[in-house]
């Protein structure tokens, strides 16, 4: 059974995913998802499961209802201002470059997206649908209408594209093969000193999160500043 999973679901998806051979990837980046012998299809565990009504922006939204709020900000651009504007800074970007590649680089991979409007209420009656096989380019279609119920009549569609992350582009993932991340925990060292500032998320920290641990992770770094 185990092989047959592999091939079938979790090769090809896993290698143009990543842009690398499974061999050459961590275990944990498959141990993510369980093996039940059961018709659930959900892809946890977990008791609750579910997105936000309204979304993560609406969730968002509310955390920050009554904070100033500034979008589209280079901090590097002028990092002296942005450093010198409170206390406490949570940063969420990568940490390579807030150390200005004291040590090299990471690695990431990040993605692209084909959207389009189709003149039909559905096209394939799922929020989300991946395709595993390593001929088919993209890796899942998002139909946005299913998050919420949607009655339109027409739907709209993005196809999701891996792809290698270049200077310039928005970083997603990071790759936490052994190259990687010894650099990073070169990285975390100098973190963990940092008197000021939070590093959180994915980039941040370099590691693969789920949604639910990311906010988890949150709320945990709120609770430590606050009994500090």
């Not at 901090?75 to 206390?87: G, I, M």
């Not at 890796?139 to 993005?158: C, L, N």
Request: hydrophobic share 35%; net charge neutral.
């Amino acid at each position: 059974m185990g092989k047959d999973i592999y091939e079938t679901l979790i090769k090809g998806y896993t290698e143009k995913q990543w842009g690398r051979q499974c061999a050459e990837l961590p275990a944990f980046i498959i141990k993510r998802l369980p093996v039940r012998f059961t018709f659930d299809n959900n892809y946890f565990k977990d008791r609750y499961q579910g997105v936000p009504v309204g979304g993560y922006n609406k969730l968002s939204a509310a955390l920050l209802k009554d904070i100033e709020t500034k979008t589209s900000c280079d901090f590097f651009a002028d990092r002296p201002y942005w450093e010198n504007l409170s206390d406490k800074i949570v940063y969420t970007g990568e940490i390579d470059r807030y150390y200005d590649y004291k040590f090299g680089k990471l690695e990431y991979r990040s993605l692209r997206w084909e959207t389009e409007i189709l003149d039909c209420a559905n096209y394939q009656g799922s929020a989300l649908v991946n395709y595993t096989e390593a001929a088919v380019p993209y890796t899942r279609i998002i139909e946005y209408k299913h998050f919420e119920f949607g009655a339109q009549p027409q739907t709209v569609i993005s196809r999701e594209y891996p792809a290698e992350w270049r200077e310039g582009a928005e970083p997603f993932y990071p790759i936490n093969d052994a190259k990687n991340t010894a650099l990073y925990n070169k990285y975390a060292e100098l973190a963990r000193k940092e008197k000021r500032v939070i590093f959180g998320g994915r980039l941040a920290e370099y590691k693969y999160y789920d949604m639910d641990r990311v906010i988890e992770r949150a709320l945990e770094n709120v609770k430590c500043q606050i009994t500090k």
